[in-house]
């Protein structure tokens, strides 16, 4: 075998273990062998590497055969942070948590796109305070949730177009940790999933200030080959232009005069001509487009994050009884704004233990 095999195989096994022990805690050794179907030694040798790097921690004991006692293992969650900050069209929202999922911190502040220099001086600034932690390992990651346009190559919002790259080469200097970036709709699938759903296959629905779809196939982020997959927002109901033109929450206020999504709410309550007309449209092309959506993928839940859906139940019951036979099988999000900060811990989680899946230590209520 050679070293290249055995360095690939070593890796393989090590994740095994951390993921092993993140989805059971408080696990033994010998458990561990009998999960894992590694050897004794291998298990005894990898954990003692991971006890060593501070990643998992013994924390008590159970009783084994013979009255032998075994100890317990778990991932250590004070080891490390990782920070998940929203990069939005209005603000920038931040949360710090723990390397088990935990939120510990959060914050947010106006977001700013007069220039390129203004808006990384923002957001540089609003995230310095959280690098100074005590944690032994410190920050593993900081993972940015982008409403807007994002491609491998480039990145878009507020009117602002920059090298995605040049990006987070920039950040990564000025935080000295490293920085991962993501659509919102891709993020906010995973955190639903990882701390609300738990689901092997699901679909997340971002439909706010900008359109997106995530897609969790066989637990895992789908990307597709070129990590353009479910590019929702450039799917056409006409010829005439894309989805994001015609159908986005924005496009659908503009058509009939509403300044925010506040004026339309408030027209809405009074039933006048113009707000009755923006609903119908509404549950015209998301009917569509859901539909659409169960039909492409079959999921199991699709979850819906709309301001029309998060306003109240009418909307969302109409929506839903609308499409019949998938009915079921619409949610509204339950993490709402959070989830795309709870995606991005599980993001800088696994880019930093090198692992591939990954479950909170606690759920959403300790938010």
Aim: aromatic share 10%; charged share 20%.
């Amino acid at each position: 075998m050679t070293i290249a095999n055995q360095a690939m195989i070593r890796e393989i096994n090590r994740r095994t273990v951390l993921e092993t022990v993140i989805f059971h805690p408080s696990i033994s050794r010998a458990a561990l062998t009998d999960q894992t179907n590694l050897t004794g030694g291998t298990i005894t040798a990898i954990v003692q590497q991971l006890l060593d790097e501070q990643l998992l921690e013994e924390v008590g004991t159970v009783g084994g055969g013979k009255g032998r006692r075994r100890l317990l293992l778990q991932l250590k969650a004070d080891s490390a942070c990782c920070i998940a900050v929203t990069v939005g069209k209005e603000q920038f929202r931040l949360m710090l948590c723990d390397l088990g999922g935990t939120p510990l911190q959060r914050a947010h502040c106006p977001a700013v796109y007069d220039s390129f220099s203004a808006f990384l001086d923002t957001l540089v600034s609003f995230v310095d305070p959280y690098l100074n932690t005590d944690y032994p390992l410190g920050v593993g990651a900081v993972v940015l949730a982008v409403e807007g346009t994002i491609t491998e190559e480039e990145l878009s919002i507020g009117g602002l177009s920059c090298s995605r790259q040049a990006l987070r080469t920039k950040l990564q200097d000025a935080w000295g940790t490293p920085v991962w970036m993501e659509h919102v709709s891709r993020l906010s699938a995973l955190g639903e999933n990882a701390y609300a759903m738990k689901c092997q296959n699901m679909a997340y629905l971002h439909a706010e200030n900008t359109m997106g779809l995530g897609l969790i196939v066989e637990g895992k982020l789908f990307c597709g080959r070129y990590g353009r997959a479910c590019n929702i927002s450039q799917m056409r109901l006409w010829p005439d232009g894309p989805f994001s033109e015609t159908a986005s929450v924005p496009a659908l206020l503009a058509r009939y005069g509403f300044s925010s999504f506040a004026s339309f709410q408030t027209a809405f309550r009074e039933e006048t001509p113009q707000a009755m007309e923006t609903a119908h449209d509404f549950l015209q092309f998301y009917t569509l487009l859901l539909e659409n959506i169960f039909l492409l993928y079959d999921t199991e839940r699709l979850v819906i994050h709309c301001p029309f859906t998060s306003m109240g139940d009418l909307l969302f019951l109409q929506l839903k009884n609308r499409l019949g036979p998938f009915k079921s099988r619409l949610y509204r999000s339950f993490l709402q704004e959070d989830a795309p900060l709870c995606g991005g811990a599980v993001l800088g989680i696994c880019q930093f233990l090198n692992i591939q899946t990954f479950a909170p230590s606690k759920g959403y209520g300790v938010l």
